[in-house]
């Protein structure tokens, strides 16, 4: 309680003025003294920021739900928001009148002047969206990036190809971080910098490991005589390199195909627009660099490498073997942990044929996400996506689980859901709670479109933490337009059908003004949801099987749930982005919900 004077608070931000007025933080109630307006100044983006604005009004009091400040300054405070009693506990009425709009649009004008409160709202450069070095420029509610060599791309994400005019004639053209962003790599006997010109066929000789080099009638031309048990086109092959039975661990130095062609260098200009390349996120944790060697880092059977066949890029399985098996004993189990240490921190940082429009994803690189089947005569059957928030809790969307009547299984840890894997862990689903304000409005939208499903624990315990198998955060922010996420899931393809591998892509998060547009989804979204997409580049979108999966965005080094995949029309479609339920509406309803449970257990 404060009387009088002028008294600034920051975090929580309390700004009162000439009365008397009780602020606390935005988790608890607001106790409002008559003859005073408390209003809370939320700005997206920053975390649990709140303003509180007393003002004398001499106006008489009742409890109602919060007035939003926008509706006040335009004079107008308009329906309170269906959201707002599960989300925010701020009360407050105030007499309108013209004095009053007056007096909070100057103290409002202050505020953001003094403050800065809403810069991150403003400016959209405030969160440095170029990456690589890039510099932005803000252009009013856009912003264009301004690449460093050999970077480009909307946000300097991609490396330009800068091999488009040079000629590397018997050799294969590489791009390089550092002036002048490329190297020839010649294929012997020919010789830098431009591969043109060709040494003599055994001199230096190309054998490794003390082989022999045999001239061949064609001066290009020679063939390595391998001592035992050397072998491959160069000897280079030695008995000891092979991979063992994880197969992306593999970090020998095998480059030839088994159909004997030589590897494409990962940093070969040919691979910019291939999905594994010396330039991907996280490349050197698989292994990949600037060298043409071996690597599995989608983690498929063995050891592959990119080719050139009839002139165009292939893939090909390395000449490599499997090791031979040891004999290992084996540990005495250990009791799994009952709880996460951490949460959004995946093991594996990459990305890989898509969601519709993108690329089927390394295993491990979401292992928050959840599959919920259903039983049938075949077999489970996937039909709605979801995300592990807490060892025994899912979040999904509530349409997914409308009338319902079938048992669920949640399936964590899953790759492929066409075959039984390692990795995996299932769970039968035994309490469904959807939220108690959702509805259906048929040919408008899905509202409060959420939902939590309990898991039945299996020998006391439910997910127990791997590399495939984590938790993502819960946010308690806003992000602005133009924040890249990723959506991923089991949905429907470009060809209409499921894909049974993980899919995911890249989306950047759109305006709610820009969403609600006549010509996009014309006035359908409400605060408890969101849309994303590429309006310029249609075909990347979340489809039917994903429903209830996740958009996750990345803050301060961590993957937070932001939102779950909701409702759309069509799949991919022009000026038709996907639409998100707003997860940040709805986390003081997901935590109510958990504890309430844990208390009912106990």
């Given at each position: 309680m404060v009387n009088s004077a002028l008294t600034l608070q920051v975090l929580p931000l309390v700004i009162l003025l000439g009365t008397t007025c009780l602020g606390v933080t935005s988790s608890s109630t607001l106790a409002v003294v008559p003859n005073s307006l408390c209003l809370c100044l939320e700005s997206p983006g920053l975390h649990s920021l709140c303003g509180f604005l007393a003002v004398s009004t001499g106006a008489s009091w009742a409890a109602r739900a919060p007035v939003p400040l926008r509706s006040i300054l335009e004079g107008s405070t308009g329906a309170s928001d269906e959201t707002d009693d599960y989300e925010n506990y701020y009360y407050t009425e105030a007499k309108q009148d013209t004095n009053l709009q007056q007096?909070?649009?100057?103290?409002?004008?202050?505020?953001?002047?003094?403050?800065?409160?809403?810069?991150?709202?403003?400016?959209?450069?405030?969160?440095?969206?170029?990456?690589?070095?890039?510099?932005?420029?803000?252009?009013?509610?856009?912003?264009?990036?301004?690449?460093?060599?050999?970077?480009?791309?909307?946000?300097?994400?991609?490396?330009?190809?800068?091999?488009l005019e040079k000629n590397c004639h018997f050799g294969d053209c590489l791009v390089i971080l550092t002036p002048p962003y490329f190297k020839c790599s010649c294929k012997p006997p020919y010789k830098r910098p431009s591969c043109q010109r060709a040494s003599k066929q055994c001199s230096p000789n190309p054998c490794k490991n003390g082989g022999t080099c045999i001239r061949n009638r064609y001066r290009s031309k020679f063939t390595c005589k391998c001592p035992e048990p050397f072998r491959g086109r160069f000897c280079e092959i030695g008995p000891n390199d092979c991979y063992e039975e994880d197969s992306s661990t593999y970090r020998g130095r095998v480059s030839q195909a088994e159909n004997g062609r030589t590897c494409l260098h990962w940093n070969s200009h040919h691979l910019l627009d291939h999905p594994f390349n010396a330039f991907m996120e996280d490349a050197d944790s698989y292994g990949i660099g600037e060298h043409n060697f071996c690597r599995n880092p989608d983690e498929d059977e063995k050891p592959w490498c990119y080719i050139r066949k009839n002139n165009e890029v292939d893939w090909e399985y390395c000449d490599v073997s499997l090791c031979a098996a040891e004999e290992t004993p084996t540990e005495p189990p250990t009791d799994p942990p009952e709880v996460f240490q951490t949460c959004g921190q995946p093991e594996v940082r990459r990305t890989l044929k898509k969601i519709y429009g993108g690329s089927k994803a390394t295993a491990g690189?979401?292992?928050?996400?959840?599959?919920?089947?259903?039983?049938?005569?075949?077999?489970?059957?996937?039909?709605?996506?979801?995300?592990?928030?807490?060892?025994?809790?899912?979040?999904?969307?509530?349409?997914?689980?409308?009338?319902?009547?079938?048992?669920?299984?949640?399936?964590?840890?899953?790759?492929?859901?066409?075959?039984?894997?390692?990795?995996?862990?299932?769970?039968?689903?035994?309490?469904?709670?959807?939220?108690?304000?959702?509805?259906?409005?048929?040919?408008?939208?899905?509202?409060?479109?959420?939902?939590?499903?309990?898991?039945?624990?299996?020998?006391?315990?439910?997910?127990?933490?791997?590399?495939?198998?984590?938790?993502?955060?819960?946010?308690?922010?806003?992000?602005?337009?133009?924040?890249?996420?990723?959506?991923?899931?089991?949905?429907?393809?470009?060809?209409?059908?499921?894909?049974?591998?993980?899919?995911?892509?890249?989306?950047?998060?759109?305006?709610?003004?820009?969403?609600?547009?006549?010509?996009?989804?014309?006035?359908?979204?409400?605060?408890?949801?969101?849309?994303?997409?590429?309006?310029?580049?249609?075909?990347?979108?979340?489809?039917?099987?994903?429903?209830?999966?996740?958009?996750?965005?990345?803050?301060?080094?961590?993957y937070y749930v932001y939102g779950l995949v909701s409702w759309g029309e069509g799949c991919g479609l022009k000026n038709k982005p996907g639409v998100y339920t707003q997860v940040t509406k709805f986390t003081s309803w997901i935590n109510a919900v958990i504890q309430y449970s844990s208390r009912s257990r106990q």
């Amino acid at each position: 309680m404060v009387n009088s004077a002028l008294t600034l608070q920051v975090l929580p931000l309390v700004i009162l003025l000439g009365t008397t007025c009780l602020g606390v933080t935005s988790s608890s109630t607001l106790a409002v003294v008559p003859n005073s307006l408390c209003l809370c100044l939320e700005s997206p983006g920053l975390h649990s920021l709140c303003g509180f604005l007393a003002v004398s009004t001499g106006a008489s009091w009742a409890a109602r739900a919060p007035v939003p400040l926008r509706s006040i300054l335009e004079g107008s405070t308009g329906a309170s928001d269906e959201t707002d009693d599960y989300e925010n506990y701020y009360y407050t009425e105030a007499k309108q009148d013209t004095n009053l709009q007056q007096e909070l649009s100057e103290e409002f004008s202050w505020m953001e002047k003094s403050l800065g409160v809403f810069d991150y709202m403003t400016d959209s450069c405030y969160s440095n969206p170029c990456k690589n070095g890039g510099t932005c420029e803000a252009k009013g509610s856009d912003f264009s990036c301004h690449c460093p060599k050999p970077y480009g791309g909307t946000t300097c994400e991609k490396v330009e190809d800068m091999c488009l005019e040079k000629n590397c004639h018997f050799g294969d053209c590489l791009v390089i971080l550092t002036p002048p962003y490329f190297k020839c790599s010649c294929k012997p006997p020919y010789k830098r910098p431009s591969c043109q010109r060709a040494s003599k066929q055994c001199s230096p000789n190309p054998c490794k490991n003390g082989g022999t080099c045999i001239r061949n009638r064609y001066r290009s031309k020679f063939t390595c005589k391998c001592p035992e048990p050397f072998r491959g086109r160069f000897c280079e092959i030695g008995p000891n390199d092979c991979y063992e039975e994880d197969s992306s661990t593999y970090r020998g130095r095998v480059s030839q195909a088994e159909n004997g062609r030589t590897c494409l260098h990962w940093n070969s200009h040919h691979l910019l627009d291939h999905p594994f390349n010396a330039f991907m996120e996280d490349a050197d944790s698989y292994g990949i660099g600037e060298h043409n060697f071996c690597r599995n880092p989608d983690e498929d059977e063995k050891p592959w490498c990119y080719i050139r066949k009839n002139n165009e890029v292939d893939w090909e399985y390395c000449d490599v073997s499997l090791c031979a098996a040891e004999e290992t004993p084996t540990e005495p189990p250990t009791d799994p942990p009952e709880v996460f240490q951490t949460c959004g921190q995946p093991e594996v940082r990459r990305t890989l044929k898509k969601i519709y429009g993108g690329s089927k994803a390394t295993a491990g690189k979401h292992p928050w996400m959840a599959s919920l089947q259903i039983q049938t005569p075949d077999g489970n059957k996937h039909f709605c996506g979801g995300v592990l928030i807490k060892s025994c809790w899912v979040l999904t969307a509530a349409h997914c689980l409308e009338n319902l009547e079938t048992k669920i299984q949640v399936a964590l840890g899953k790759q492929n859901l066409k075959k039984k894997e390692d990795h995996e862990q299932i769970f039968d689903a035994v309490e469904v709670i959807l939220h108690d304000k959702y509805r259906e409005e048929m040919g408008r939208a899905l509202y409060n479109d959420i939902a939590l499903l309990k898991l039945q624990p299996v020998d006391g315990y439910c997910a127990v933490e791997t590399k495939y198998v984590k938790i993502a955060c819960l946010p308690d922010f806003f992000l602005p337009a133009g924040t890249s996420c990723f959506i991923a899931g089991w949905g429907d393809t470009e060809t209409g059908d499921p894909s049974h591998q993980l899919l995911d892509a890249n989306v950047r998060l759109i305006s709610q003004r820009k969403c609600n547009e006549p010509n996009i989804h014309h006035d359908k979204l409400d605060d408890s949801m969101f849309c994303a997409g590429r309006l310029r580049k249609p075909g990347i979108d979340s489809c039917q099987g994903d429903s209830g999966g996740p958009l996750t965005c990345v803050a301060n080094g961590s993957y937070y749930v932001y939102g779950l995949v909701s409702w759309g029309e069509g799949c991919g479609l022009k000026n038709k982005p996907g639409v998100y339920t707003q997860v940040t509406k709805f986390t003081s309803w997901i935590n109510a919900v958990i504890q309430y449970s844990s208390r009912s257990r106990q």
